[in-house]
């Protein structure tokens, strides 16, 4: 592993859970250590390293710093207050002027968490991680949240001690991309993990006392696998009961290996009423699962309403995703492409007229039909991620 020496000022990876969109975004580590999954695009042609820890503490006194100031500054005239913020702007010069913006947004809504980036920030010494933990709680007490992604293959690796460890000193939520729990597809997709570590993964995230969300992936594996995806990782979550189910539609990007895969035949595309039957068959052998919430908070989901606290929602999820499938092909076209476009949010919007006759009016006007929606909405997908 890379492990950078200079300190280049405060960092920030591509992304986070949508979930995160309110938590300080504070880079324990860069880019992917595992960099090989077929549908994932994100880090590729970039090099894992991992911050030195004196950097990450670097970075959370700077926003200790500017977030006191901020506070300070509530209590002093307009004049002095933009006094205060532009020598704060001068400081950080030009290049990391986007530091600012990202402090005060968080600063605005609460500072209540934060999430630790990049893909896998477990992968680093356990000591390490809870020294930068208790740090962050020592300079901001009131903090209620911290969370980070993690692989499987990772969290089997880190002892069930040093998981409490890690809890104990404030670490309160894992998100693990499961994608799915079939060995067939993990295999084929090169995910570099089993069934058996996600769910061995899973119940050492929930004994440790750490919140755990798992992220579910319908067409992953395409058509001849589609049953066995749901069927299997349904099983999975059953075994692991999470505290999330996150769904998270498959696309395809131009630049991805599963893209090769289709080209050359290997791998076949599922279109958006497969995925959602696929979801449906997952949805129905949940068994056993207690206070879990399905999220559906991704703009790839072709159904955001297909959402819900299990067990009690389990019938309302089940009935928005049976809607859909009970639809004439020709609204499910509608509904597909005004999703897709963003012109509609939910099922519902088919009775909007206003709604449905823009969908019909670009239907109309790109020849959109049985034959070519699902080209056309692959598409848009692309662009979405
Ligand atoms: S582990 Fe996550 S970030 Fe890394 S390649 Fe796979 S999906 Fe992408």
């Keep these: 592993m890379i492990t950078s020496k200079t300190y280049d000022g405060f960092e920030v990876g591509p992304i986070r859970p949508p979930s995160e969109a309110k938590s300080l975004l504070l880079r324990v580590t860069r880019n992917c250590p595992w960099n090989k999954c077929k549908f994932c695009r994100l880090y590729k042609g970039t090099k894992f390293s991992i911050r030195p820890k004196e950097h990450v503490i670097k970075d959370i006194d700077l926003v200790k710093r500017w977030t006191d100031l901020f506070k300070a500054a509530e209590d002093v005239d307009a004049q002095t207050r933009k006094i205060l913020i532009n020598d704060l702007k001068n400081e950080l010069g030009e290049e990391q002027s986007w530091f600012y913006s990202s402090v005060i947004s968080w600063y605005q809504s609460g500072m209540k968490s934060i999430f630790l980036q990049d893909s896998n920030s477990l992968v680093i010494k ?69 069934k058996a570590n996600h769910i061995l993964a899973g119940q050492k995230v929930k004994a440790a006392g750490i919140e755990l969300s798992e992220y579910y992936m319908p067409g992953l594996g395409g058509n001849e696998y589609s049953d066995l995806n749901a069927l299997e990782t349904a099983d999975a979550l059953n075994q692991i009961n999470p505290d999330y189910i996150r769904i998270r539609t498959l696309a395809i990007t131009d630049q991805s290996r599963l893209k090769e895969d289709y080209e050359q035949g290997i791998f076949t595309r599922t279109n958006d009423t497969k995925m959602i039957a696929e979801l449906l068959l997952m949805i129905e052998n949940l068994k ?18 297909a959402e819900g606290r299990l067990p009690k929602d389990k019938e309302k999820i089940v009935n928005a995703l049976k809607s859909y499938l009970d639809l004439p092909e020709s609204e499910k076209i509608i509904y597909r492409i005004g999703r897709r476009t963003g012109i509609m949010n939910t099922i519902q919007d088919l009775k909007h007229s206003v709604r449905r006759n823009l969908v019909q009016g670009l239907i109309e006007q790109y020849g959109i039909n049985n034959n070519n929606v699902d080209a056309f909405v692959d598409d848009i997908l692309k662009n979405f991620i």
């Design 288 to 305: 056993g699962i207690t206070s879990t919430i399905i999220s559906s908070d991704h703009i790839l989901n072709l159904l955001p309403e």
């Design 126 to 194: 356990p000591n390490d991680l809870i020294e930068i933990i208790t740090h962050i709680k020592k300079q901001f007490p009131e903090i209620e949240r911290i969370t980070s992604y993690a692989r499987s293959e990772t969290v089997v690796r880190i002892s069930d001690e040093d998981l409490k460890r890690m809890a104990d000193a404030g670490l309160n939520r894992i998100h693990i991309g499961m994608e799915t729990a079939a060995d067939t597809i993990l295999k084929l997709v090169d995910k570099g993990t089993t």
